[in-house]
C-alpha cells in the first residue's frame, strides 16, 4: 500500500491539534480556555522565570505555526542586510533565537499538548476513522 505524500504522519500525532482547528470547528471554548492556559503557562515559564520577552510567548500563543515563518524570513532575507562589521548581526542573532524562536518551538509543543489536555477534559472525543476502500495486505 502506497502512501501519499503528506499522510505518512504518525498516528499519535493526529491527537495534538492547535488551538484553532478547535476555533474553526465550532468548538471556541476549547480554543480560548486552551490559549489562555498556554499564555498563562508560558509567560510564567518564560518571562518570570527564565527572563525571555512576553512577545515571543504572544506571538507562540496567537500565531502558532506563522512564528516560525517570521524565524525563516529573518534568517533568508533580512539577515543579509544587517552588517556584521560593527557586531550588529551577532546581537540581532541573539536576540531572534532567544526571543523569538526558542519560544516559539518551545510553545508550538506545549500549547498543543495544553490544548489536547484542555480538549479531553472538556469532553470533547474526535470522530471516528472513516472506513478506507482498500482491503487490508
Known amino acids: ?41 508560558l509567560w510564567l515559564g518564560f518571562a518570570v522565570v527564565a527572563g525571555f520577552s512576553i512577545w515571543g510567548v504572544i506571538v507562540a500563543v496567537l500565531l502558532d505555526a506563522l512564528g516560525l515563518l517570521l524565524v525563516v524570513l529573518y534568517l ?21 533565537i532567544e526571543q523569538l524562536l526558542l519560544p ?12 489536547f489536555f484542555v480538549a479531553r477534559a472538556r469532553g470533547y472525543s474526535p470522530p471516528l476513522a472513516k472506513p478506507t476502500d482498500e482491503p487490508p495486505p
Open 1 to 41: 500500500m502506497k502512501v501519499p505524500f503528506g499522510k505518512a504522519r504518525p498516528s499519535w500525532l493526529h491527537r495534538f491539534k492547535s488551538p484553532w482547528f478547535y476555533w474553526h470547528t465550532g468548538y471556541k471554548a476549547i480554543a480560548v480556555s486552551s490559549m489562555i492556559l498556554s499564555l498563562l503557562i
Open 76 to 96: 533568508g532575507f533580512f539577515r543579509a542586510y544587517i552588517p556584521d562589521f560593527i557586531g550588529l548581526q551577532t546581537n540581532a542573532d541573539a536576540f531572534v
Open 104 to 115: 516559539m518551538l518551545v510553545g508550538f509543543f506545549l500549547t498543543r499538548a495544553i490544548t
